[in-house]
């Protein structure tokens, strides 16, 4: 019997996060869970998702990035300009190239009804199958371009060579399930690890021309916010990134990259107001060849300590990676960790007696590729 070779790629982060309000809820509120029998901060996978795109997008070259977008029509007219077709003959000619794939049109004019995600360079190789003859298709009436475009492979285009972005994350296209991408990432919703009390800035503007010494603000107004020692954890399938890019080295670099940017990235809920910009206290990556572990269980009871929570919360995290190998098995097959403790401290011995010396965060990305690829059995000198 032949077993396919699966390997995931943990990430667990302990960040600390000052008075903020990162992703709204209906009412405008940070975003809460019951856990545990208590109320905690909660930061939505999509937030985060979408933090993490921005991020890692910023890495890399315009062409070699995704976009999700109801107007990919536009954007295919406006790549259309360099055949020599603009304005209304490049939005029409988009509109035919499109219309093979059977995207549902949306409410506005020349919209999609739901997001379509796609990479920049996938929609550069849907011009280039026109390309030396655009003005010719632009000028032919409508059935004679629908049997012009018909047999264009279009949707070859969009169902190979995708970007890292699209890769990563996956595409959903519910008209047409041969464009639909498979996600090789997973990421948890962030919980604070203790209990977190939901506070309102109460706020006033001055205007600056009220020079009449009037009583009163400008404009008054309140914000919830709160502040929180998090919980992240996400989980990299490298079997099916690897599957997606269909390139050994560009599914290493992908994992490397989306631990970087997953580490590194904020959501931006209010930043302008509250600047929240922190970098994790902790980061952790453990690399399995049975199933991905989320260590959510360590703060099922929350901390309770009023100093050294992120410390307090690391430690916890640790120690239940321990109880959960000791317990089930399954220890990974590499196990990496950065954090910014005083290594004389008490929580950094115990990090380091359970989970290894601590890297710097370069170092520890640099060294996943030896570890995915012995996992996945991939033969690197080759």
């Given amino acids: ?47 985060w998702k979408r933090a993490t795109r921005t991020e890692l997008a910023s890495h890399v070259p315009e062409l070699e990035r995704g976009t999700r977008t109801k107007r990919i029509a536009a954007e295919l007219a406006s790549r259309l300009g360099r055949t020599g077709v603009d304005g209304e003959q490049a939005q029409r000619l988009a509109s035919f190239l499109l219309a093979p794939l059977g995207i549902k049109a949306g409410k506005k004019a020349g919209d999609t009804a739901y997001l379509l995600f796609y990479g920049h ?26 049997t012009a475009v018909k047999d264009l492979a279009v949707v070859d285009k969009l169902k190979t060579g995708h970007p890292m972005e699209v890769a990563l994350f996956g595409r959903m296209v519910a008209d047409i399930a041969s464009l639909n991408v498979d996600a090789s990432v997973q ?9 977190v009390e939901l506070e309102f800035d109460y706020y006033t503007a001055v205007d600056d021309q009220n020079l009449a010494d009037e009583t009163g603000a400008g404009m008054i107004g309140d914000i ?24 050994t080295d560009a599914a290493l670099t992908a994992a490397a990259a989306f631990v970087r940017d997953f580490a590194r990235s904020m959501p931006t809920g209010y930043q302008n107001a509250f600047a929240h910009r922190t970098l994790p206290s902790m980061v952790a990556v453990m690399v399995r060849t049975e199933q991905p572990v ?57 990090i380091r007696e359970i989970l290894g010396a601590a890297s710097p965060f370069p170092q520890l990305t640099e060294g996943l590729a030896g570890p995915l690829a012995a996992a996945m059995g991939w033969d690197r000198t080759a």
């Avoid at 019997?1 to 009412?27: F, K, S, W």
């Avoid at 990421?187 to 209990?195: D, E, F, G, I, K």
């Avoid at 919830?224 to 390139?247: E, I, K, M, P």
């Fill in 1 to 47: 019997m032949t077993v396919d070779r699966r390997a995931y790629l943990d990430v667990h982060v302990i960040q600390t996060v000052p008075p903020a309000n990162l992703n709204r809820d209906d009412q405008g509120n940070p975003k809460e869970a019951y856990f545990g029998g208590v109320r905690r901060a909660r930061v939505s996978s999509q937030a």
């Fill in 121 to 146: 360079r996938q929609l550069e190789d849907v011009v280039d199958l026109v390309a030396h003859r655009a003005p010719e298709l632009a000028a032919l009436d409508d059935d004679a371009l629908t």
């Fill in 187 to 195: 990421v948890a919703h962030a919980l604070s690890t203790h209990p």
């Fill in 224 to 247: 919830g916010f709160n502040s929180a020692t998090l919980y992240r954890y996400a989980t990299v399938g490298l079997h099916q990134l690897h599957a997606n890019l269909t390139d």
């Fill in 294 to 350: 989320n260590l959510v269980s360590a703060f099922e009871e929350p901390v309770t300590v009023t100093d050294g929570i992120a410390a307090a919360s690391a430690v916890r995290l640790a120690e239940e990676y321990q109880r959960i190998t000791n317990a089930w098995g399954g220890a990974p097959v590499h196990t990496a960790v950065c954090h910014t403790f005083d290594e004389k401290s008490p929580a950094a011995g115990r």
